[in-house]
């Protein structure tokens, strides 16, 4: 799987595609191994895009995805706590994504995801690829962008160990001495 550098700030999702092993990728793309749908799915959805958008840098005003920032960072689930009927729901929304863009196949990545331009088919799919995945997350359909990255800061606070459990106090007092 592969996701871009940069992403024009238009685009709701940034358009994240597969390759075959046999593709040589430059620095302009991040190359993710081994990707299967449901990571597909998760990095394609709405509540991953809102974390792009808080955590990411930008190039001029377009968002700069990052491997530490954007996608290392993120609470992503775990898959051993997911039943999987979630897991199976995430997947085939995911495909579903992929059969829309096929459908689209005169069209370019950057033409489907313009706003002005997506396919009616494609965007359907993202609406149900996002109601999945924000089910993951206990958040209901079409939760707002607030609420997504409130829940998803909430998540991460309970990932990253805070300050006060990394450092334990210790008495660094001196001993004291009865004095005779």
């Known amino acids: 799987m592969v996701v871009p550098k940069v992403s024009s700030e238009r685009r ?21 191994p ?3 749908l449901f990571l597909f799915g998760i990095i394609q959805s709405r509540l991953h895009m809102a974390w792009m958008r808080l955590v990411s840098g930008r190039m001029k005003s377009d968002y ?26 995430v997947e085939a929304a995911a495909q579903a994504v992929l059969k829309a ?7 370019t990545l950057a033409q489907m995801y313009d706003p002005n331009l997506m396919p009616a088919e494609l965007r359907k799919a993202h609406n149900q690829l ?11 359909a079409g939760a707002t962008e607030v609420q997504c990255v409130a829940r998803l800061l909430e998540l991460y606070q309970d990932l990253v160990p ?4 990394q450092t334990k106090t210790k008495s660094r007092g001196r001993k004291k001495t009865a004095k005779s």
């Open 12 to 32: 709701e999702y940034i358009p994240v595609g597969f390759l075959d092993s046999g593709t040589v990728v430059n620095d302009l793309l991040f190359m993710v």
């Open 64 to 89: 700069r995805y990052s491997k530490d920032l954007s996608y290392n960072t993120f609470p992503w689930p775990d898959r051993s706590t997911l039943k999987p009927k979630q897991v199976q729901a």
């Open 101 to 107: 863009r096929e459908k689209a196949s005169g069209s």
């Open 162 to 165: 805070t300050l006060e459990s």
């Open 130 to 140: 996002d109601k999945a995945v924000e089910a993951l997350y206990g958040l209901k």
């Open 34 to 36: 081994n990707a299967d």
